[in-house]
């Protein structure tokens, strides 16, 4: 098995507490176009794009828009987010995850970011916790969306690592398939009866230290 020398880490829902606020957009935008939406299909959401996430919930009410109106419902489920998002403080950082970044610089791991999001930099600058990442992938540079590897990939590239080398820390079904898919090691951030597929699974990135973490995952 080969040594561990970075980490990639999902946004939302894994560093910052964004995605209830995704949720509440998403919620207020299925209720104006008249479709029923559950916390359960809000999981099939997470790390989803902008754009397949307003096509699954139209498949899902069996509802179809044109083009115009599809861009303005994304366009009014951004702003709507984004209102959310503007009165954030660092307050909204999960629980641990701001130590964990410092301490795993500390010990001179490789960290990137691997985001769906289009957003993702200014809640990074929000947070003003930017300069942890030697590179960011976004919802800006991506083609493909999670499940596909694609983000990882890029972002191990970036780093110079292998993806075996290289730890992604995710919160939702479609990016912990993604990591999979990709041949990386996994932690999930959130339930283990959702996140099957990681290899370890915790509520949140205070449990343990990155050096913790790495012996657990060399015992796997
Ligand atoms: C992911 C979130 O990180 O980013 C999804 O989990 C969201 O819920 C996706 O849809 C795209 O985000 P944005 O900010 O570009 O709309
Ligand atoms: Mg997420």
Same mark, same amino acid.
């Given at each position: 098995m080969k040594a561990i020398k970075g980490f990639l +880490?999902? @946004?939302?829902?894994v560093i910052v507490d964004t995605a209830k606020f995704h949720f509440k957009a998403w919620h207020r935008l299925a209720s104006?176009?008249?479709?029923? +939406?559950?916390?359960?299909?809000n999981e099939e959401l997470k790390g989803v794009s902008r754009v397949e996430s307003l096509q699954k919930i139209l498949d899902w $009410?069996?509802?179809? @828009?044109?083009?115009?109106? +599809?861009?303005? #419902? #994304?366009?009014?489920?951004?702003?709507?987010? @984004? !209102?959310?998002?503007?009165? #954030?403080?660092?307050d909204e950082a999960l629980p641990g995850a701001v130590e964990f970044? !410092? !301490? *795993?610089?500390?010990?001179?791991?490789a960290i990137g970011l691997g985001s769906a999001s289009k957003?993702?930099?200014?809640?990074?600058?929000?947070? $003003?916790?930017?300069?942890?990442?030697?590179?960011?992938?976004d919802g800006n540079l991506i083609t493909k969306s999670k499940p596909d590897p694609q983000v990882f990939d890029m972002g191990a590239k970036a780093l110079g690592l292998d993806p075996e080398s290289t730890?992604?820390?995710?919160?939702?079904?479609?990016?912990? !398939?993604?990591?999979?898919?990709?041949? +990386?090691?996994?932690?999930?951030i959130g339930s283990a009866d959702? @996140?099957?597929?990681?290899?370890?699974?915790?509520?949140?990135? *205070?449990?343990m230290s990155p050096a913790e973490l790495i012996n657990q995952l060399n015992q796997i």
């Open positions: +880490f999902d @946004l939302d829902g104006e176009l008249d479709i029923p +939406f559950t916390e359960e299909q $009410g069996g509802k179809s @828009l044109s083009a115009d109106e +599809f861009d303005r #419902m #994304m366009g009014l489920k951004n702003e709507w987010y @984004l !209102e959310f998002v503007r009165e #954030m403080n660092s970044l !410092e !301490e *795993a610089q500390k010990q001179g791991l957003n993702a930099v200014l809640i990074l600058d929000l947070l $003003g916790i930017k300069h942890y990442f030697k590179t960011i992938i730890v992604v820390f995710e919160d939702s079904l479609a990016g912990i !398939e993604a990591a999979l898919r990709g041949g +990386f090691r996994r932690v999930g959702i @996140l099957r597929d990681a290899e370890i699974v915790v509520p949140n990135l *205070a449990q």
